[in-house]
């Protein structure tokens, strides 16, 4: 079973930061992308930020200058770092794998279960 765990999540006040960690799924063929996507309530699934094997990063414009995606191969941990959070930033967010990660979910090979952020002002 391929296992992506998200922790980290929580509530915060505008302007606080959070840093989400996923562990796993450990090595996939052709799925070596990681990205972050998020929900929320009555809305679609879109996608935060993706990272590749060697620290390609990318990100969506609205958190480009607030959150930062890194990752540790050795552990097998992806982060998304958090700043500045704002109210338009609660949602549901999920870790995810691929064979690539453009900033669309059906690019998505592998989920995990996902993990609330909420912020209020």
């Known amino acids: 079973q391929v296992q992506l765990v998200e922790s980290g999540g929580g509530s915060v006040q505008a302007g606080g930061s959070l840093r989400l960690v996923c562990t796993g799924p450990?090595?996939?063929?052709?799925?070596?992308?990681r990205g972050w996507f998020r929900q929320a309530p009555g809305n679609d699934r879109e996608g935060v930020a993706v990272?590749?094997?060697?620290?390609?990063?990318e990100y969506t414009d609205s958190v480009k200058d607030r959150f930062t995606v890194s990752r540790d191969n050795a552990k097998d941990i992806v982060y998304l770092q958090m700043n500045n959070l704002k109210p338009e930033d609660s949602a549901m967010y999920y870790c995810?794998?691929?064979?690539?990660?453009?900033?669309?979910?059906?690019?998505?090979?592998?989920w995990g279960q996902g993990v609330q952020v909420t912020v209020s002002s």
């Open positions: 995810a794998a691929g064979r690539a990660l453009p900033l669309n979910p059906e690019w998505v090979s592998y």
């Open positions: 450990g090595y996939i063929h052709g799925n070596s992308f």
């Open positions: 990272i590749g094997y060697g620290g390609y990063t």
